[in-house]
């Protein structure tokens, strides 16, 4: 997000530089890829008025619990203010999917005395095009700079999430009980199954006593505990 904060994409190149501790190929090109996305990001969307920036929120929600996050801008667009969340993907996606994280940012950002009219979030495709071999970086760097800069609908999206003040609520009231349900399990010592990746990879080779199927632990050597 450097180079898109300070309008310079070789901020973006800037910034890995100081994060990479040796120059290697890979990283000469990790930074041609973010800086003809930050070039394309650029020459779409353009340098918005921002009002802020990487803000910081940390807003109390009751029970002595606190809503953190940091949201990436806060623009003006004629006389509205809006949330904007950028999002860097491996696809063009439903921006809905974010739409929980952003109405909790909504609620942070309105507590913290901006009057928000609006939500929306920005995506930035990460590259279809990889280095060739034997392909040279100034090569690559031409090939993948026509990608960003010549096909903004396959990289770049934009789109308003509309919502109501009744599913700010809905959702807040959501996150609490889900920090109030942890809250339990935490004194209890006893912790809900995640089911969501049981099946995934071929299945999780554990399935069979989390099904309580019989004869289950036989089917599992007993590490022995060291002396």
Not at 25 to 52: P, S
Not at 92 to 97: G, M, N, Q
Not at 183 to 210: Q, R, T, V
């Amino acid at each position: 997000h450097k180079g898109i904060e300070y309008g310079d994409p070789i901020k973006a190149v800037e910034y890995l530089d100081s994060i990479e501790n040796e120059a290697s190929e890979q990283n000469e090109t990790l930074k041609v890829i973010a800086e003809a996305m930050v070039t394309g990001y650029l020459k779409l969307f353009g340098f918005r008025d921002i009002k802020k920036r990487e803000m910081i929120v940390d807003v109390p929600i009751g029970d002595g619990d606190y809503l953190y996050g940091i949201v990436d801008e806060i623009e003006q667009q004629d006389d509205l203010l809006f949330i904007c969340d950028i999002k860097t993907t491996s696809s063009i996606t439903d921006p809905d999917k974010y739409k929980d994280q952003l109405l909790k940012y909504y609620y942070a950002a309105k507590k913290s005395g901006y009057d928000i009219d609006g939500i929306k979030v920005r995506m930035i495709k990460k590259p279809s095009i990889r280095q060739k071999q034997n392909e040279t970086i100034d090569a690559f760097r031409e090939r993948i700079f026509n990608e960003y800069l010549n096909l903004p609908e396959k990289y770049y999206k934009e789109e308003e999430i509309p919502f109501s003040d009744v599913e700010v609520t809905d959702t807040l009231v959501d996150f609490k009980g889900g920090i109030q349900f942890l809250k339990m399990a935490k004194n209890a010592g006893i912790y809900p199954k995640n089911l969501s990746h049981c099946n995934n990879f071929g299945g999780c080779e554990f399935l069979p006593l989390c099904r309580g199927e019989i004869d289950a632990i036989f089917l599992y050597d007993k590490e022995r505990e060291e002396d």
